[in-house]
């Protein structure tokens, strides 16, 4: 009787069918780790931009110490083209608005900041970043 030596074709198939499915998974596990990465920088932007808003309504409160006056300021419009506007923007497909006492839900020198993270150009369903903040009051 002759004893066989080595691996048979069929024992190598199976064996690189196992190696592939284990490549798949590290693959889709390294596609994952990206989405995730881009979606936190996303965010951390978002952040950014709503934190200017505050830093310029801050610095319009401090010149005219009366939060009704913002309201009718070019704040707004400038935050806009900043962060919006352009091809230097850091975040594609992003929109974003300040609300201000104006808004029925909101006190008096208070804003909301509200930023849409568009995952894709016209995207129905944008994850929206909500900042609310106040700031105070000093007419009285």
């Known amino acids: 009787m002759i004893h066989q030596r080595g691996f048979s074709l069929i024992e190598a198939l199976i064996a690189l069918v196992v190696l ?24 951390s932007v978002a952040t950014l ?14 010149q005219l110490t009366d939060c009704t006056v913002i309201q009718g300021s070019n704040i707004e419009d400038d935050w806009r083209s900043h962060w919006f506007e352009g091809s230097q923007t850091p975040i594609r ?9 104006s808004d029925p839900n909101l006190g008096t020198c208070e804003f ?13 369903d944008p994850e929206t970043f909500t900042y609310t903040f106040r700031l105070p009051d000093l007419s009285e």
Not at 49 to 62: F, G
């Open 20 to 43: 592939s499915i284990g490549l798949i998974g590290v693959a889709a596990m390294q596609l994952k780790a990206l989405q995730s990465a881009t979606a936190g920088y996303q965010r």
């Open 49 to 62: 931009a709503a934190v200017d808003a505050q830093e310029r309504l801050w610095a319009e409160l401090a």
């Open 93 to 101: 497909h992003f929109s974003g608005d300040i609300a201000d006492s």
């Open 112 to 124: 909301r900041v509200e930023i849409n993270l568009e995952q894709n150009p016209g995207d129905i």
